[in-house]
C-alpha cells in the first residue's frame, strides 16, 4: 500500500528486521486461535444437499416464491390460516378444552418450574417405555417368524377362520411349508401350490393362539412391523406385487456385435438373467437386500426375464425358451391397449378399479413390465413390432445412504456380460456420494498445493520460505472461515466455497513470487560491485541517518515499499472481483464471493506481516549456518537450477525478440481472436441458459449422471402425468404482502409472513370486481378451460349460487331457516357477506371431489382477535357465542390453469410470465384500493434462476471490470495505460468464455462464479505489466516495453503455470465442479498470460505513452514530496558497513545476480525522476538498451 512508503512505518520495519520471531509467533498463535473459536462456535459445514443455495432472493419473483412458501407454511394446519373453517373451529374448541396458549388466555397459570415438569414427563415416558420392553422384545423376535400379507382388523380372536388365515408363524430352525392356498382354483400360470398337513396345521394354530395373547399386551415400537409397508408376495415368487422408485434400479443396453438389436428376445432375456445375478453375486448384497419373509435369501429383483419366468410358471430365468418370451410378448401386446388408456393401475389386486381383463391385471403383469421395466418406444400403438432398446431391473435394496459401500462394490465389479451391460443406475445416493467424493479428492487439491510449493521451493532455493508460505495460504483459509462465520455472521456454508481454496493457491504463489523476486533484487542491487561507489538513499531519513545502513532493516523497507503495494493493487482488484458477486441474487453465488474475496483479503495481510518477517528469520537462521563448502546435494541443485535459469533466460528472450520485431502482428491476430470470441459469447451460439433444473454433480459418463439422462425413457419416470398438472398454472394472491424479510445469504431463512392490512374481500367493491375479474380471465387467450363447477379457483362465483338457495327447503323435514344466508341479492352485505361465506366453503370443503383435488385456491381464514377474546369469555362463563363471527379471509387465492405446457426453455416461460403479469397489472389498476396489493406467481422457480443467471452475471462483470479500471487509473495515474489494459481483460474474458462454450458449458451456477473469478484472474497480470510499464525509468515507449518485458515475463509465468498446473490436477476429479473449475483455471491461465503478454505489450509497444503524455497526479502529495525531496533524494557518500551477513541461501546467488537484475517499482504516484531501488544514478548503460535506460542499471565494468 503506499503508506509503505511513509517514514512513518519505519517502525514496523524495525519489528520486521529485529523481532521477525515475536511477528511470526504472534500472527501463528493468533491465526490458530482464530480457527479454533470458528470450529468450536460453529457447526462443521454441511454438504449433505449440494444444491442447497441455488435459489434466488431478493427479486421480484423471487419474494413472491418466498411469500408464498411462506403463505403455505401458515397454511398447513399448523399456522394461523385455514383452507376449511371448520378446521379452524375445530382448532379453536381444542384450545378450549385443552387450555388456551399462554398469551390468549388471560386467566392461564404459569407452571413454577417447567423444566422440572419436563424431566418428569420424560422420566414417566422412560418408565412406560420401560415396561414394555420385556414384550416387546418377545414382538420382534416373533416379527422374524411373522409372514403379513394383510393387518388385523380387530383385537379379538377370531379362531382359525380369523386373523390367523392371514399370518404364519414358522420355526426358525426350519422353515414351515405352509403357503396360503386356494384348492378351489385350478392351477394357473405363476400359481405355486403346496400340500398342507391336518396335524402339523392344527399344532401351528395353537401356537398362534400364544402368539395372540403376546400380540394383545405388546405396545408396539415405533420402528417395528406395524408402522412398515406390509409386502403383498405374489404367490411366494415376489416379495412385492410391483416395483417403485423406492428401490434401487439399473438401466441395462444392450452390447456387441448386435447391440441395435432388440433386448427382447431369448438371448437377451437370458443375458439380463445372468446380469441380475451378477449384480446381487457382490458381497454386501445379502446384508442390504430385503429378506422373503421365510427364509433368509434375499427377495427376487423386478425384471423382465423373472416376469416371464412367473408368466410361464418355472422356478429360473435360466429356463426360459423361445415360447416363454413368445407367451409374454403376445400377453403385453393383447394388452397394451388397456394401459395406453389409463386403465390399468398399479393397484388393480387390491382395488379392482381397472377395466380390463382378467390376464392383463393378474399379479400386475402387465402394467409392471410397460410402466417400469422397458422404455416407453417398446410397443407402439396399432404396431405388432416390438423394439425395447432399454430395460430396467429393479433390486430389492432400498434407497438408503447406508448402501454407499455396497455401490462401491458394484462399482468395482464390471456389472456386463458378452451381451447387456449396465449404463446408469439410480440408488439415492447422489448427493451422499458428493458429500463423500468432496472431501475424498481433497487429495488432488493437495497435488495441486504440492506442485505450487514444489516450484516455490525451485524459484526461491528455500525449503524454509517454501513451509512458511503453505502456513500462509493455509492460515488465510482459517481466518477467512473466522470472518466469515463469526464476524459477518453467515450461518450458511455452500460447498462452492471450496473452490477458492484452488484459486487462493495460485494467488497466494504469485504473491510469493513477486515478493521474492523483490527481495532478490534489492539484494543483487546492493552486493552489486558498484554499489560501494558513491550512492544515494531513498530510505526514510531516520534509517539513512544509521551508521549501519546496510542493514537487514533496510533491506526489508526497501522491498516492502515496493512489495506491499503490487500486491495490493492485485488483491485489491482480484478481491473487488469476487466481492461484486455479492450483487447476485443467487445465495450460493453471494456466499462464495464473500468468502472468496475475504480469503484473498486475509492471503494479503499475510504475505505482508507473516512472509517479510518468514524471510528475515530465514537471513538470521541459515546465515550462521552457511558454509563455504558446498555439500554433493547443494552443487546438483546448483546446477540443477543455472539450467532452469537458462532456459527461463532463453524462453524470455524468445518472447521479447518477437514482440518487440512483431507487435503488429500480435495485435491483429489477438484482435481478430477477440472478435470471433465475442462473436461466439454475444451471437451464436451464445452463452447458453441451462435448459434442466437438475444441477449435474459428477461427469457425464457416470451411472447416476446416465440415469438422469435417461430417465424419461421409462414412463414411471415421465413428469407431469397428471392432467392437472401438465400445464403453468395461474395463482393470484391478495391479502400477503410479495416481501421476503428473511436472510438472503442463508437459504433456510425465509422470514415472516406480512398480511396486507388493506385487504378486504367482503365490501360490495370488492365483490364485483372479483367476479369480473374471473370472468375476464376466461376470455384471456392463455386460459386453460376447465369443466368442474366445484373447484374453489374462484370461490365468489359457487358463494353466488350458494346464495341463491331457499331459505326453507321443503324437502327439509327439519325446516331449518337459512336466513340470511339465502335468497340474497348480489352484491351482498359486507356483515352477510363475513357470516356465510365460512357455510358456503366448509360445504365445498365437504365434499369428496373437493378432497381428492387438495387445491390450493379459495379464502384463507383465520380467528379475529376481538372476537376471539369474547368467545374465551363465553366459553369460560359458559355462555353461548356464535362461532361464524369470529372468521375473517386473511387472504384470497385464486388459481386458474393456463395452456401453456410446463416448459424449461427461458424463452417460453418468459413470454408466459410477461402476457400474463402485463394483464394482471391492467386488470389491478381498475381494482378497489383494499384489492390493488395482489400478485401473481406461478412455478416459476427455475425461470427465476435462469433470468437472475442472465442478468446478474453482466452486472458482476461490469462491476468488476470497473473497479479494475479505477484501480489501474488510481494506481499507475495513466488513462492510456488503463484502457489498454481494460481493453486487454475484457477480450481475455470473451476468449476464455468462448472456449467454456465450445466446450458444452451453459451458464449455470457453477459457470457464473466462474466468468466472475475469471475477471479477478486476468486483471493480475495486465495490472503487473500496465503499472510497471508506467514505472519504467526510461520515458521511450521502446525502451519501456522491453524493460517490463525483461522483468515480469518470469513472474507472470511461475503465477500462470503454476496456478493452471493445480487446475489440470483438479481434472482428475470424479466430481464435476472440481473438473469444471480445474478446466477454467487452465483455460483462464493461458488466455490472460498470452493476452496480457502479446496483446498489452504489442499495443504499449506501438502506440504506448511516452515523455509523461496523459499522464495524471495526485497535486497534494507531489506537493507535499517537492518539500522534501532535496532532504530525501539527497546525494551523500557513505561506506557500505554490513552489520548483518546477508549471504543466505537465497541471496547466496545474488552477485551473479548483480550485473542484469534490479527491482523496478518506484512510488506508484510520484512524478519524479524514477530512479533505482537506492536512488543511485549512474552513467553506465546496457548494450541493449536507449540512453534513457540509463538511469535504472549500475552494471559492473
Known sequence: MLCFDSEKMNWYYHVLARRPYLVVISIAVYCVACIIVALIFNDLPDFSDPTLGFETRGTEIGKRLTAWHNLEEECNGNGALFSNPTDLLQKLEYEKTRGVPRHQHLNHKRHKNPRRKHKNNKRRKEHRKNQHDEVAHKLMAINKRLKATKSPLSDKWMGDSGVFRDYEVTNDSSPSLLEPTRRSEQIEYGHNTTFVDEDEHRDRVQSKKSTWRILKQAALPNDGWSNSKVRQPIEGFFCDSSPHK?????????????????????????AMCQLQDQIASVPSYQAF????????????????????????????????????????????????????YLKLDINCNDLNRCYAPEECTRHNLVFNVLNFLSDFGFIKPNDTNVYLKYAMIFVPVRHSSQILPLFHEWENVDLSNELVEVIGMDLGLENDLFSELLLTDVWLVSLGGL?????????????????????????????????????????????????????????????????????????????SKSSTLNTQSTLPTPLEHNEHTETLENLMALT?????????????????????SYSSSITAIKCFGIFAGTVVVTNYLLMITWLPASVSIMERLFASRMSCQQHLAQKLINACKKSINRFCELFEERITHSIMNYAFLWIIIFSILGTASAIIVFWYPGLQLPEKPHFQLFVSHHPFEIYTKLRHQFWFEKPLQGFENANMSMRFIWGVEAVDDGDYTNPNSYGNLHYDNNFNISSKESQIWVRNFCQNMRQQPFYQETFSFLLPNCFIENFIRFMERRCIDEMDTTRTDLTPCCNAQFPFEPHIFELCLPQCISNLCETRFYREIQSKAGPKFAAAPNHLDQYLESNSSNESYSLETQLL???????????????????????????????????????????????????????????????????????????????????????????????????????TVAVLILLGWQLNILESIAVSTAIGLAVDFSLHYGIHYRLSPSKERVAATEFVLSRIIGPTVMAAATTGFAG????????????????????????????????????????GPQYGFMQLGWPKLRKRRTAKANKFYERKPSQIIASEQLLTPTSSAIVEMANSETHELESLNSNSQIKTISGTESGHTLPALPVDFEHSFQTVH
Not at 247 to 266: E, K, M, W
Not at 302 to 330: G, H, I, M, R
Not at 949 to 959: A, P
Request: proline share 2%.
Open 246 to 270: 423406492d428401490y434401487s434400479h439399473f438401466v441395462v443396453q444392450r452390447i456387441g456385435p448386435n447391440a441395435t438389436d432388440s433386448l427382447f428376445d431369448l438371448n437377451g432375456m437370458l
Open 289 to 340: 437386500c430385503e429378506p422373503e419373509m421365510l427364509t433368509s435369501n434375499c427377495c427376487r429383483p423386478w425384471s423382465l426375464p423373472n416376469y416371464a419366468t412367473l408368466l410361464a410358471n418355472k422356478s429360473s430365468c435360466f429356463d426360459l425358451t423361445t415360447e416363454d418370451v413368445s407367451l409374454l410378448q403376445t400377453l403385453l401386446l393383447n394388452c397394451y391397449e388397456y394401459y395406453h
Open 451 to 527: 506442485f505450487v510449493m514444489a516450484c516455490v521451493w525451485l524459484y526461491t532455493g528455500s525449503a524454509f520460505i517454501t513451509v512458511m508460505s503453505c502456513c500462509a495460504i493455509c492460515f488465510s483459509l482459517g481466518l477467512a472461515y473466522f470472518v466469515y462465520t463469526l464476524v459477518f455472521e453467515f450461518s450458511f456454508f455452500p460447498y462452492m466455497n471450496l473452490l477458492a481454496v484452488v484459486v487462493i493457491i495460485g494467488i497466494g504463489a504469485d504473491d510469493v513470487f513477486l515478493f521474492l523476486k523483490i527481495w532478490q533484487c534489492v539484494l543483487a542491487e546492493r552486493f
Open 560 to 580: 516492502m515499499r515496493h512489495a506491499a503495494a503490487s500486491m495490493f493493487v492485485t488483491s485489491i482488484t482480484t478481491a473487488g472481483a469476487f466481492y461484486a
Open 889 to 991: 379471509v386473511k387472504a384470497l387465492i385464486i388459481e386458474f390453469d393456463s395452456n401453456v405446457g410446463h416448459s424449461t426453455i427461458y424463452s417460453n416461460i418468459k413470454v408466459f410470465y410477461e402476457r400474463v403479469e402485463s394483464w394482471f397489472q391492467q386488470q389491478l389498476s381498475t381494482a378497489p384500493l383494499e384489492l390493488r396489493g395482489g400478485w401473481f406467481i406461478s412455478d416459476l422457480n427455475f425461470y427465476n434462476v435462469q433470468d437472475t443467471l442472465s442478468n446478474d452475471t453482466i452486472v458482476s462483470i461490469v462491476l468488476a471490470m470497473a473497479a479494475s479500471l479505477v484501480v489501474l487509473l488510481c494506481f499507475t495515474l495513466n488513462l492510456i495505460i488503463s484502457i489498454y489494459a481494460v481493453i486487454t481483460v475484457s477480450l481475455t474474458i470473451f476468449n
Open 1064 to 1103: 489440470g490436477i483438479m481434472m482428475a476429479s470424479n466430481i464435476l465442479p472440481y473438473i469444471q473449475i480445474g478446466i477454467f483455471l487452465v483455460v483462464v491461465m493461458v488466455t490472460s498470460w498470452l493476452y496480457a503478454t502479446f496483446f498489452l505489450m504489442s499495443m504499449l509497444k506501438v502506440a
